[in-house]
């Protein structure tokens, strides 16, 4: 049985780099006594494949890893015994049933959603002035960027890669006005939010200094810009009960 799991890495979880996630959910995942399927052969281990890896120092309401089960219980019933098993920072938001013909997360993924709001000192005097400059910047037909590779560089278009973009909303962790984009994602486009700040910096004349953004992942697509928790289902009590007495 294929199930997707989304949560949120919030706090000081967001200094915790991928390999280490994963680490900590294969333990959270005993700890919860989630019935697992592992891999045959000489060295078992838990079937988990995460959607889209989350860089360092970047927070989340939208990540995913899809698992196999043996068994399960209902949604409602795994989300409490898993946020149970969740230290500050990690929380469990869905836990759904996918089609068994389902492909992993990591190969659907298409895009993502970001908000970015800038950090303690480094506000511009005018944030207006800003967010105008932002729209002069966006409103460009084309967003030409050169992009170093292990091959070299090349130039690249970011215009076609940003999907939606807009400014002045109010995050509702931080209580800022933000700056929402939509971007392509995934191995064969995967554009960076922090990139494309870097190339309104340089349109406005300015240098983009590290660390100006916090950069918090909102959602991850698949195609159509279907949210990934959206190919699975809720898994009812009653639908458990009805297979214990098969």
Known sequence: ????????????????????????????????????????GFSPHQIMSF???????????GEYLDIDVHSTGSSLEMVDR?????????????????????????SLVEAADYTLVFRDGYEPEDIEEFFQSLKSFYD???????????????????????????WGEVQRESGKPCIFMRVSTGSSDNLKPEMVMEACFQFMGKELQPFTFQVQREEVYGPDFVPLEDFGAEIEAEEVSNEMCI
């Open 1 to 40: 049985m294929k199930i997707r799991i989304k949560f949120a890495k919030q706090g000081a979880m967001k200094f915790i780099g991928h390999l280490d996630v994963m680490r900590y959910f294969q333990k959270a995942i005993r700890r919860a006594d989630v019935d697992i399927r592992y891999s045959e």
């Open 51 to 61: 959607a889209a890896p989350l860089g360092v120092g970047l927070t989340s309401n």
């Open 82 to 106: 898993l946020n149970k098993a969740m230290v500050d920072g990690f929380q469990i938001l869905s836990y759904r049933r996918l089609p068994e013909e389902a492909k992993n997360a990591m």
């Open 140 to 166: 460009q037909e084309s967003i030409v960027v050169t992009k170093k590779t292990k091959k070299g560089e090349r130039e690249l278009d970011l215009k076609p890669l940003i999907y939606k973009m807009k």
